[in-house]
């Protein structure tokens, strides 16, 4: 299959699918903070997340710490506006599902092979993981 293909039909089938989670969330959202009792727990998180929702968002899509399920699920439960949901998913998934279609011709231009450019992806998102961790281990004890 082409690549161009391959790329559209991943970017489109991807961004379908969350927009389609976070519809069916938004419909169950209040049944499920009643359900968990979370509502003082979830205010909390509103007020630390609220200056920073649409980049922790737009992070989570391009780095593979949580499926794109739960992630459609938190923005539901966070309430960020749809356009502004599918606007964040279509500008990550054009780049995480860029980063994999493209790996060979990037490679290419960069004079490394697929595997190659797909295993720095790898250790790049790791570190960076690794940095969200440790950045949200010394808030907890700075608390």
């Known amino acids: 299959m082409n690549t161009n293909v391959s790329f559209v039909v ?4 991807s ?31 509103y007020e630390l997340i609220e200056n920073y929702e649409i980049k922790i968002i737009g992070i989570l ?3 593979p710490i949580f499926p794109d399920a739960i992630i459609s699920i938190g923005a539901s439960l966070m309430k960020i506006k749809l356009s502004w949901f ?3 998913a279509i500008i990550s998934k054009i780049i995480s599902i860029g980063m994999i279609v493209y790996a060979k011709q990037i490679g290419q231009i960069v004079s490394m092979g697929r595997w190659q ?4 992806e790898l250790f790049i998102v790791n570190i960076i993981s ?4 440790l950045c949200n281990r010394s808030k907890g004890k700075a608390r």
């Open 10 to 13: 991943g970017v489109m089938g």
């Open 117 to 120: 450019i797909i295993l720095i």
């Open 130 to 133: 690794c940095l969200f961790k």
């Open 61 to 63: 899509f391009i780095i």
């Open 86 to 88: 599918v606007i964040i």
């Open 15 to 45: 961004v379908i699918g969350i927009t389609l989670m976070y519809m069916i969330s938004t419909r169950a959202s209040n049944w499920i903070i009643q359900k968990f009792k979370c509502e003082k727990s979830l205010n909390s998180f």
